[in-house]
């Protein structure tokens, strides 16, 4: 999870950064940045197939009757809206992280589908997998604690070195609703990776409901700092973990869903600050976290289904944890990643949960002292989440 600084310099447009850690840039080869766009999606009368790819710098408005295909980056410049009308699904080439879609620092993307109507942004692949686009990604000016507290330095994401993060809580990135992501993520090295949904120094303003991640290469949904609150989420077979957060984090997540397949990591891995850079803003990551039911693949393979580590904060209400090794696993120090202190504090708490066919359902890693009761209360009470009311019509994959 590298991010680099940029202090100065930031055109409008395209971003370049300015001072550099330990980690070189990540460079996406896109020869058609030179692009030029317009309002309609670049097509001509009568075009039945438009390739979408490069800078736009207007807005972008789809068309139901036309086959849209991203070949490369798709990058929606600050002061842009991109729109996707509801039932419409719009297709990647399978060429991995080379083709993903970006709402940029100022600009809004407005796909609002239902449930009987959902958005779909998958694979062009004649038979699709896992990995084969990088997925949507969202950046915004949202407080991430990669940076000084209150400050608006801006840090750069992983893959394209796309701003993100600032002063601006309330930021407005658009409305992401009734949308599946189907087949996205992907990484070009173990630092620098796309997810489903990636959601990067995102702010209030934004909307993101309704939207599942099914068959990812790497996280489902990732959340880098910001304030957003997020609802209705489901995750279905991700390789990697199904939601992380990590840069300070401070938002809601509320009703979510995942289930895990053969491959995948943990369902939730939650971080503090971003341990590769730093947590300059000095405080930690801390959502509230409601309506959760977590499905293992039920398998002898010593998986984990929430990992809470370098000194994240939060609070879970209402969670069914189902056929898991362990339920949750606390890792710390008594140094840069006091998870446990949080605990001792009062800042880290779980509040009524099930646990089924769950073997050990507290880890505690953090190096502080305490028992299962002062984090856990009211196990046997969780209910979780209704995914077979709220997920039906539009969510695919679900046992």
């Not at 080379?98 to 942004?121: C, E, F, K």
């Not at 309506?291 to 693949?297: F, S």
């Not at 362990?326 to 800042?347: C, H, I, M, S």
Request: glycine letters at 14%; one cysteine or more.
């Amino acid at each position: 999870m590298k991010n680099k600084f940029l202090f100065l310099g930031i055109a409008a447009a395209l971003f370049i950064a300015c001072e550099s850690d330990d980690t070189s840039d990540i460079v996406i080869n896109d020869n058609s940045v030179t692009t030029t766009n317009n309002n309609s999606g670049g097509e001509t009368p009568g075009e039945t197939t438009v390739n979408l790819n490069g800078l736009y710098t207007a807005d972008l408005t789809l068309d139901s009757a036309i086959e849209y295909i991203v070949t490369g980056p798709v990058l929606m410049a600050s002061g842009t809206t991109l729109t996707i009308p509801a039932g419409m699904t719009v297709k990647a080439e399978p060429i991995g992280v080379n083709a993903y879609i970006a709402i940029q620092q100022g600009a809004r993307i407005n796909a609002v589908g239902t449930s009987s109507n959902p958005i779909v942004l998958t694979s062009n692949a004649t038979s699709p997998s896992s990995g084969d686009w990088g997925g949507l990604v969202l950046c915004g000016r949202a407080p991430i604690n990669s940076t000084p507290d209150g400050s608006e330095d801006i840090a750069t994401s992983e893959v394209g070195a796309l701003a993100f993060g600032g002063n601006t809580p309330t930021d407005n990135s658009g409305n992401v609703e009734y949308v599946r992501i189907e087949y996205a993520g992907g990484a070009i090295d173990g630092n620098a990776e796309l997810n489903g949904l990636s959601v990067y120094g995102v702010g209030t303003g934004t909307t993101i409901d309704f939207v599942q991640i099914f068959e990812g290469s790497d996280d489902g949904f990732e959340f880098f700092g910001g304030t957003v609150s997020a609802s209705h989420l489901v995750v279905v077979n991700a390789e990697d973990d199904s939601i992380d957060w990590t840069e300070g984090f401070i938002g809601t997540l509320t009703d979510v869903y995942v289930q895990h397949g053969t491959a995948h990591d943990k369902a939730f891995e939650c971080d503090g600050y971003n341990t590769d850079f730093s947590n300059e803003g000095g405080y930690f990551s801390a959502p509230t976290v409601t309506n959760v039911t977590i499905v293992g693949d039920g398998t002898d393979d010593d998986d984990e289904a929430i990992r809470l580590r370098a000194g994240t904060q939060g609070t879970f209400t209402n969670v069914v944890i189902n056929n898991y090794a362990e339920g949750f696993d606390l890792d710390g120090d008594a140094g840069d990643n006091p998870t446990g202190q949080g605990v001792l504090d009062d800042l880290l708490n779980i509040v009524d949960v099930t646990f089924n066919n769950v073997t050990v359902t507290l880890k505690n890693d953090t190096g502080a002292v305490f028992n299962e009761a002062d984090v856990i209360s009211g196990v046997g009470n969780g209910t979780g989440t209704d995914i077979a009311t709220w997920g039906a019509g539009w969510t695919v994959g679900i046992d």
